[in-house]
Nanobody, 121 residues
Framework: QVQLVESGGGLVQAGGSLRLSCVASGRIFKINRMGWYRQAPGKQRDLVASITSGGTTNYAESVKGRFIISRDNAKNTVYLQMNSLKPEDTAVYYC???????????????WGQGTQVTVSS
């Protein structure tokens, strides 16, 4: 019913930058919170950053001051600008969105397919 498509991952050297994008499409009445999570091999999936429809942001301590999350509500798109990247940022990054399909319905949790970010030392 709702698809999230991520783009912008890749290989970058330590200290470099990448910008991730995630576009939501399908049955969308409203998108509440959008966010980015990441999962490194053998580890759990953790929140990187999130943003509400009103623009309130939340960041993991490990990325504060380096990553910036933003969104374009008109385009149902969320971005993650990643600066000063470190090898420990290497992971698969997943887009997440809490979507209300129609007026009066509860929000539902949706995930993208993930995009690989690799930071070389």
């Amino acid at each position: 019913q709702v698809q999230l498509v991520e783009s912008g991952g890749g290989l970058v050297q330590a200290g470099g930058s990448l910008r991730l994008s995630c576009v939501a499409s399908g049955r969308i009445f409203k998108i509440n919170r959008m966010g980015w999570y990441r999962q490194a091999p053998g580890k759990q999936r953790d929140l990187v950053a999130s943003i509400t429809s009103g623009g309130t942001t939340n960041y993991a301590e490990s990325v504060k001051g380096r990553f910036i999350i933003s969104r374009d509500n008109a385009k149902n798109t969320v971005y993650l600008q990643m600066n000063s990247l470190k090898p420990e940022d290497t992971a698969v990054y997943y887009c997440n969105a809490l979507v209300v399909w129609s007026w009066g319905l509860n929000e539902r949790d949706h995930w993208g397919q993930g995009t690989q970010v690799t930071v070389s030392s």
